[in-house]
């Protein structure tokens, strides 16, 4: 009897150790919080190639992170939205705010990212200063662009803007210009070519590039950080203080992806944090 009573107890205690085993297999086995990775949406090109080393950076802090690339300006938001991405990184404000006020999305800043800076050139002078009474200024015809410029000029001093306008700005709202400046509205994409003909020209940097200028190194004034149009990383208002969020951030504005930024786009992306 003593003896059926001992190996009874020897049973169930291997039969508890089984179960607790299996137990502690199945927990180890069972993916962490941490493992899950964060889908950040970007557009192809610039943004896409910085994600990739903010992705590396990520991973030494122990954050995955899953790049979703889209085509298109509008599907990132619409993604995000639906919760099919964590954040994105492609626009500015202005065009979040937009976005936002058009379709009613509980999306929010988080935090600056790079700007793809406007900038002042010129062929005729090689100073602000140097500019004569009545010169022919150049900038963007449509809305976004043309507003941006107006503002650009406005920081260095050449003209005054109706109090207010903000964003908005058009030529009409130009409400001082002492030296009498001409402002022609051009095709964005025209702006570059009248370099010849106009004393100032207000150029993006992707036509920029296109007609051969460096924006930090052949601009007589450039936006900065500060600008409005800086790029930002958005998230639902729900997740913006998520801890996976604020490690992405930390990421993203490492010295290395800084590095990267100025190394590889050599003055046509800056960063705006």
């Known amino acids: 009897m003593k003896r059926y009573a001992k190996l009874l107890t020897v049973f169930l205690i291997?039969?508890?150790?089984?179960?607790?085993?299996a137990g502690c297999g199945k927990q180890a086995a069972a993916p962490a919080a941490s493992d899950k990775p964060l889908k950040v949406g970007v557009t192809a090109g610039p943004h896409a190639e910085i994600m990739d080393v903010v992705k590396?950076?990520?991973?030494?802090?122990?954050?995955?992170?899953?790049?979703?690339?889209?085509?298109?300006?509008?599907?990132?938001?619409?993604?995000?939205?639906?919760?099919?991405?964590?954040?994105n990184s492609f626009?500015?404000?202005?065009?979040?705010?937009?976005?936002?006020?058009?379709?009613?999305?509980?999306?929010?800043?988080v935090t600056k990212t790079v700007i793809f800076p406007m900038a002042i050139y010129s062929k005729k002078v090689k100073s602000l200063n140097e500019l004569n009474p009545g010169a022919t200024i150049a900038i963007p015809n449509d809305p976004t662009n043309g507003g941006r410029a107006l503002l650009l000029l406005e920081r260095q001093g050449l003209l005054k803007l109706k109090p207010g306008v903000g964003l908005k700005a058009t030529a009409a709202d130009i409400t001082e210009n002492p030296k009498n400046f001409k402002v022609k509205e051009l095709d964005a994409a025209q702006v570059p070519r009248s370099l010849e003909d106009v004393d100032l020209a207000a150029i993006n940097t992707?036509?920029?590039?296109?007609?051969?200028?460096?924006?930090?190194?052949?601009?007589?004034?450039?936006?900065?950080?500060?600008?409005?149009?800086?790029n930002i990383i958005a998230a639902k208002a729900k997740d913006k203080d998520n801890p996976m969020i604020a490690k992405f951030i930390k990421a993203y504005q490492s010295e290395e992806v800084k590095n990267f930024v100025n190394e590889h786009f050599k003055g046509s992306v800056i960063v705006a944090w």
């Open 91 to 109: 626009q500015h404000q202005p065009y979040l705010d937009n976005m936002v006020k058009d379709r009613q999305y509980d999306i929010v800043f």
């Open 14 to 21: 291997l039969a508890v150790t089984v179960v607790v085993l």
């Open 206 to 230: 992707n036509y920029a590039i296109t007609a051969g200028l460096v924006p930090n190194k052949d601009s007589l004034a450039i936006e900065d950080g500060n600008s409005p149009y800086a």
């Open 56 to 87: 590396k950076v990520a991973e030494k802090d122990g954050l995955k992170i899953e790049i979703v690339e889209f085509n298109d300006y509008v599907q990132p938001n619409v993604a995000l939205s639906q919760g099919d991405i964590d954040a």
